[in-house]
């Protein structure tokens, strides 16, 4: 689904860039396999023909998923580990996706979930900065915006941080944007991406609808009303699931999409570019080194950074309404990490 470069490069082997042994390296991990997110995702990972090999991990039911998913026909192999196998799950891997923990309910904000995510997202980081200390690591557990502070910190203190090979997966926003826009354009998604910046919560989510052609027609009351449902998106699934948690099928595929990504972008192709939070020095003069941007994605992980470019008046307020409130929550994920 997300693989029309994968194809073209399965249909040209001979390519020196998509060499057939660059691709048959990458062995992907979920960590967090069992749950919402975890399964639909680690289908979606099942289908990409850049994963070659999926390794499943959960405290509980992997064994199962993994079971389930391995009967799909396509190449890779699959691997389910149980809650005592976490360092043979991370054996070998290049790329780890962590959508481990507890989602929200009803009245909760992502950072009420830092008490108990912030100590799973920890030890899952130490493991791999253990056991795969060069894995490319995409970081989906809220909040967000402290978790990869927490991931940064985590294998800084073990002395492996690389921060090209960070990234929070802040794609579902850019997936809503462009969903949520098409609605009110009319036209497909296809021809409304929008560039995300900031980071993954209320506020901090700025989208940057000035930059599409669409987005730029919406003014007024429509432009304030497009923009809250992107930035309070996930409050919007975690109301109608009324309890049983957050987006995971949205989530899953934004998940898949984004890995898509980057493993293009490891594969050798060029101007594989789409907004992640990383390790950002656009506003490190203000204290705010963690920051969502258009990220250039290459062989080894993040390759460049872009500016944000031009933006409006109003979507200048947004971005100042960010930056405080992005900054707390990284200040939050490096305390608890010292
Ligand atoms: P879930 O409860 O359905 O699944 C979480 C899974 O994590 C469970 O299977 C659980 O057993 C597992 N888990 C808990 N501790 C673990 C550990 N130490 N090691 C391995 N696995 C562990 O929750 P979900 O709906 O899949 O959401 C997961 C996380 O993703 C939540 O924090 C949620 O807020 C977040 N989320 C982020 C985004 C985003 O855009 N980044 C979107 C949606 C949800
Ligand atoms: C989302 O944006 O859907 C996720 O961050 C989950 C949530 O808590 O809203």
Do not use: W
């Amino acid at each position: 689904m997300f693989a029309r470069s994968a194809a073209r490069i399965l249909a040209a082997p001979s390519t020196r860039l998509f060499s057939a042994s660059a691709v048959n390296q990458i062995k992907v991990a979920v960590l967090g396999a069992g749950g919402g997110i975890g399964q639909p995702l680690s289908l979606l990972l099942k289908n990409d023909p850049l994963v070659t090999s999926l390794s499943l991990y959960d405290i509980r039911g992997a064994p199962g998923v993994a079971a389930d998913v391995s009967h799909v026909d396509t190449g890779s192999e699959v691997k389910g580990y149980a809650a005592d196998q976490l360092d043979q799950a991370l054996e070998g891997v290049k790329v780890v996706v962590i959508p481990a923990g507890v989602p929200r309910k009803p009245g909760m904000t992502r950072d009420d979930l830092f008490n108990t995510n912030a100590s799973i997202v920890r030890d899952l980081a130490a493991a791999v900065g253990r056991v795969s200390p060069d894995a490319h690591i995409l970081v989906i557990s809220n909040p967000v915006n402290s978790t990869v502070p927490i991931v940064a910190g985590t294998l800084e203190k073990a002395g492996v941080f690389n921060p090209r090979h960070l990234f929070g997966v802040t794609t579902l926003d850019v997936v809503r944007s462009a969903r949520f826009l098409g609605q009110v354009a009319g036209v497909s998604p296809k021809e409304t991406r929008v560039t995300v910046v900031g980071g993954h919560s209320g506020p901090t989510i700025v989208p940057l609808l000035s930059q599409n052609p669409y987005g730029k027609k919406v003014t007024g009351e429509a432009l304030a009303a497009l923009v809250h449902r992107i930035q309070y998106g996930g409050d919007e699934v975690v109301k109608a699931k009324d309890g049983a948690g957050s987006a995971t099928l949205s989530m899953a595929y934004a998940g898949a999409k984004f890995a898509n990504a980057l493993l293009r972008g490891l594969s050798g192709e060029k101007g594989v570019i789409t907004p992640t939070f990383v390790k950002n020095p656009l506003y490190a003069d203000q204290g705010i080194d963690f920051f969502a941007s258009n990220v250039e994605l290459g062989l080894d992980g993040v390759e460049k950074i872009h500016p944000i470019g031009e933006i409006t008046a109003e979507e200048q307020k947004l971005l100042e309404a960010c930056l405080p409130e992005l900054k707390k929550n990284i200040e939050k994920g490096k305390a608890f990490v010292a």
